[in-house]
């Protein structure tokens, strides 16, 4: 029974930002989405970057679409042509603003010795022309990255929160028979390995700065440690090395405490590591077995799996393993917990009246439950994006086992992953 929870079902600001509350607010069905349009940028970097104008436009309508803040306009169907990017004139601003577009984004890439210089200008007032620009600059490999900057500073300027676009979702991919850990962009761009073990390195999580990926270690099939491997460096570490099975490790909020489920006692059981001190704190005593735990946003409660009323489902605790109470009671399998970042949804694996494994929400109190994923393919691993606005998770729903991205309610799905034979356990990193 512990395996197979274990597994799951399958193994820098533009200017002050005007309207904080709108991050607040959009999640609201009547919320109204900001028409942007993406004039396109100037290019006078072909000779070493070509269709790098292209490219940008490319990439940040795709940041501002999937942001949920910005209802994209189609540039050509303003009657935008290459010519109108030389230095967009009134005429075309008040034909833009004319069309209900209420903001605008116009730039130019361009080489300076050997770094390329992106200049985004936000037209954030067309009819009054009123305007803002940023610049960055950098070697032309970054040039997608500075891409994914400028879409961050429109959502912050828009919101008063931080954008997605530069965040990166670590995951389990399958590569000559082992199972090693990756990092991507979180649009799925620019896969890299972390791990090259030969065996099996699963669960990954991040640590709340980013620096780190937690992950469980499995060194032949008898023996599992929670490891801890550093970005920046490489530099890997063991944290957790007791007897039996030691899986789904998560970081608390404040990056102080490390839960964690360990079979040291016979059964499964969840524990808390002082990330300082190294001090053990036991949190549940069951006969059944409890795993997967996740915190809550505050840091207060815990969500995890327990079989001790028969199949899977899921449970809450109070952080010092009080207070403990069934959620779901729908369903005979409901497993993988993840808590929102907005406090409001817990997404997890349920288990269909036909037995198809998909995702489901529900909120803490139990009183709202939606499935929000369909089809034949088995659904795992889901992991909410910092915005609470997303999440990523796993599907065989094409054959193979894919990451793929969607909205909070299941809408909006878009593949991350190609190639391999299997990616799973994906993770979406803090902003």
């Known amino acids: ?4 929870l274990m597994i799951g079902v399958g193994l820098a600001g533009l200017i002050e930002p005007k309207a904080a509350e709108v991050f607040l607010e959009a999640t609201r069905p009547d919320f109204q989405k900001i028409p942007i349009a993406v004039l396109g940028f100037q290019d006078e970097a072909k000779a070493k970057t070509p269709r790098s104008d292209d490219r940008v436009a490319d990439v940040l309508k795709a940041d501002l679409r999937r942001s949920q803040i910005f209802a994209v306009a189609d540039a050509a169907k303003l009657g935008i042509t290459p010519a109108d990017l030389n230095d967009p004139q009134p005429a075309l601003l008040k ?17 300076r010795d050997d770094d390329l210089v992106l200049d985004g200008y936000v037209y954030d007032d067309i009819k009054n022309e009123g305007v803002v620009g940023k610049r960055y600059a950098g070697a032309p490999s970054v040039l997608r990255l500075m891409t994914h900057r400028l879409a961050d500073e429109l959502v912050f300027r828009y919101t008063g929160e931080q954008g997605i676009a530069r ?21 799925g761009f620019a896969p890299r390995q972390i791990t090259a073990d030969g065996f099996m390195n699963l ?5 709340p700065d980013r620096r780190f990926v937690v992950f469980t270690a499995y060194h032949g099939r008898s023996k599992q440690t929670i490891d801890l491997i550093e970005l920046a460096t490489g530099k890997r570490s063991t944290l957790v090395s007791l007897s039996g099975l030691n899986i789904t490790a998560v970081y608390s909020p404040d990056g102080s ?12 059981e969840i524990y808390t590591l002082d990330v300082q001190s190294k001090a053990l704190t036991r949190l549940t005593t069951h006969s059944g077995g409890d795993l997967s735990p996740s915190w809550s946003p505050t840091g207060r409660e815990l969500v ?11 449970y809450l605790m109070s952080a010092d393993g009080s207070n403990v109470r069934r959620l779901t009671f729908e369903g005979d399998y409901n497993a993988a917990p993840a808590w929102s970042p907005r406090g ?20 803490p109190d139990g009183q709202k439950r939606m499935q929000i994923t369909a089809g034949t393919g088995v659904d795992d691993s889901p992991s909410w994006s910092p915005d609470g606005r997303h999440l990523v998770f796993s599907s065989t729903n094409e054959g193979k086992s894919h990451l793929y991205m969607s909205n909070s309610d299941g809408t909006e799905l878009e593949r991350l992953t190609s190639g391999g034979t299997h990616h799973s356990s994906p993770a979406w990193s803090p902003t």
């Open 1 to 4: 029974m512990i395996v197979g």
């Open 95 to 111: 034909r833009v603003a004319d069309s209900g577009v209420a903001t605008a984004v116009w730039g130019k890439v361009a080489m």
């Open 167 to 187: 965040t990166k979702i670590a995951f389990v991919s399958e590569q000559g028979g082992s199972r090693e850990l990756f990092i991507m962009d979180y649009d």
């Open 203 to 207: 669960m990954p999580r991040w640590s």
């Open 257 to 268: 405490q490390l839960a964690f489920a360990t079979s040291q006692d016979g059964n499964s």
């Open 304 to 314: 995890f799996v327990s079989d001790r009323g028969g199949g899977p489902q899921l």
């Open 344 to 363: 409001n949804s817990i997404a997890y694996v349920c288990r269909t009246e036909d037995k198809q494994y998909k995702l489901c929400v529900i909120t």
